[in-house]
């Protein structure tokens, strides 16, 4: 897959976004940025405090992404002016009943490039990448505290559903039916 997405115009930078190796050093650093942020929050919410560091080491060595590579899958790197800023992953779910399915994983926009439309970019990148893919909805899941992700998912289609995943810290389900033009 080829898809580079841009936008910019002289009064704002320039956003790229473009399939990435999930092995590469940028996959690795943003991944890291991810789960730091992710994990922190929750255990500064539930307990008052941010992630062990020999708990954060494991479970970035447990997700290889290797369910993120082609042919069933896609990462995607979104880059303001070059800087590596973000991240959203696709995979394609053979085992929900219904129309063919991508889901969409690790959606993240780093801190201090947040608030300068990033992350609608990239939204629609990976929602491209899941038609690429031969998906005809996508669903996600997240946690009732990511109300940032949360607000921007319904913003851009996406309804809550019933679970549709089981996982963890799964405690909210989204689902968005792609049509050829949204």
Request: proline letters at 5%.
């Amino acid at each position: 897959m080829t898809t580079l997405i841009e936008h910019g115009t002289s009064a704002t930078a320039s956003w790229t976004v473009a399939p990435e190796a999930v092995d590469s050093p940028v996959a690795a650093t943003l991944w890291r940025a991810y789960y730091t942020e992710m994990s922190d929050r929750y255990y500064l919410l539930h307990e008052g405090h941010r992630t062990d560091p020999e708990e954060l080491e494991r479970e970035v060595a447990a997700e290889t992404g290797d369910d993120l590579r082609p042919p069933t899958g896609v990462l995607l790197v979104a880059r303001h002016e070059g800087d590596p800023a973000g991240t959203a992953g696709v995979r394609l779910m053979d085992d929900l009943p219904g129309p063919p399915a991508a889901e969409l994983k690790r959606v993240f926009i780093r801190e201090d490039m947040r608030g300068k439309g990033g992350a609608a970019l990239l939204l629609a990148a990976a929602e491209d990448a899941a038609r690429a893919l031969g998906a005809e909805r996508v669903i996600l899941d997240t946690r009732l505290d990511l109300v940032e992700a949360r607000a921007l998912y319904a913003r851009h289609g996406y309804e809550e559903s019933e679970p549709l995943t089981e996982r963890m810290y799964a405690e909210c389900w989204y689902t968005k039916k792609l049509t050829l033009s949204s």
